[in-house]
Structures are given as structure tokens and as C-alpha cells.
């Protein structure tokens, strides 16, 4: 491996050329902010987190020398194999941004360990359960984990999260354990709904964000509301979401 690798447009038979990574990261941005401004948010932040599934740890040094910097696995094992290969780069002499990872698929109480100390934003916590098993890790290690409450508002069984009205009873006790922050809600709209009932659920969600937020609850900061993926971020951002979650349309 060499100490620089290039920023490079792919060519795939029968495609084309395609954007590279650095490009796509301009792509998605132009059209946050081309969303941003239809709905009358003009200069309101959007983070985008670029989700590395499907990728390596060379796509994702591409990503974080292009400056997307924020990043985020579905899977436990995915995450460390990634945080492993990045740190041994730096140990070879690699030079490696400072990356801020987040945990967005569905985690198990049994792999918290694994995470803390190594993820800025967990964005599926969908139990006390769970909530408890971070907390308890956390103040052993000495940190603070950052958490969203996962909500399920579309109603689909395979989806996990909470139902709306169980979300607020959740993020109060949630805020009350030690070494545990709140940051907000996370949801996921179904594979290819339509605009109108994309809009309907990240409506329901931000409203529901709004709502907890006007309560100021005690160790609840409620300023992260995380909706809006590769195919339906632009509908996202228009209905309120301030972090997306995108994959594909970076990294091909």
C-alpha cells in the first residue's frame, strides 16, 4: 500500500465513466442544499454520514480526504475491521484524518463492548435494555455515548425502533442513566415508498422531535434528527432532518 493514494473516476462497462467519491460528496451537498433552500431552510446545517457498508478502508481514506470525515457502518464487526485497517495505516505511516464514527444498524446488547469509546453517535437504540448495557460500558470505560432513540413510524414489523408514542417514555428514562447522552430520533422510511408517504412519515417524525424538544427534558438535547438515506434524503431534508445517512450515493 502506498503512503498516497489518488482520488480517481472509475469506469464501469456499459455505464461509462462515473463520479468519484470525492465527487459524489459535492453531488449529495448541492442537492442538500438545493433542498434546504425549497424548504425554506436556507443556511440551516445538514450533516451528512457517509455509510461505508459496501466499502473498503482505502474508499473510506478517499472519503475522509475528500472532508466527509463522519462515517457510519450498520454492522458491529464491519466497524472494527474498519477502525483496525484505518489504524494500521497510521501505524505505517499513512496519513489518516480524524474520523467520527457512527453506529446506525440495529445493535445488540451482547456487542455494546465492542463500540464504546470508538463511536461518536449510536443511532439505533430502540429498548431500555439496551440503553442500560451502554450505559453500564460507558461508565466503565469513562465516557459518554451519544445516542438517538430509534423510532419505527412507518409501522413495518421488519423495522426496529419504537412505536411514536412509546418514543418520548423511552428518552426520559434513557436520560436518566449515567454516562448516556440523548441526542434526538433516528428513523427509516420503507424501500420505495412514494413522495407521499416518504413526506407523511419524516413529517410525523419531525413533529414528534419538535414536541419532546418543547418539553426540556433534563439531559435530552434533542438536536439531532437523523432521517433520509441514498434514495430519500432530498425528501428528508425537506420535511426537517439535520443528518442523513447516505451510502451508495457516495460510494457507488
Known sequence: MTNMLSTTTKFTKGRGYELSIAENICVVKEEVRRALEESGRPGDNVTIVAVTKYSDAEAVLE???????????????????????????????IDVPEISW???GHLQTNKVKYVIGKVKLIHSCDSLKLA????????????VTHILIEVNVSGEESKSGVRPEEAEDLARAC????????????????????????TDIFTKTHKLFVDINKKNIYNLSMTTLSMGMSADFVTAVKCGSNMIRVGHRIFG
Not at 457510519?72 to 505505517?92: F, S, T
Not at 442500560?132 to 465516557?143: P, T
Open 132 to 143: 442500560r448495557e451502554i450505559s453500564q460500558r460507558s461508565e466503565k470505560a469513562g465516557v
Open 175 to 198: 436520560a436518566e442513566l449515567p454516562g448516556v447522552r440523548v441526542d434526538g430520533l433516528m428513523t427509516m422510511a420503507p424501500r420505495d415508498a412514494d413522495e407521499a408517504f416518504l
Open 102 to 104: 457512527h453506529l446506525i
Open 63 to 93: 472519503a475522509a480526504r475528500a472532508g466527509q470525515t463522519e462515517l457510519a457502518e450498520n454492522r458491529v464487526q464491519m466497524l472494527i475491521e474498519k477502525w483496525n485497517a484505518l489504524d494500521e495505516m497510521r501505524q505505517n505511516g
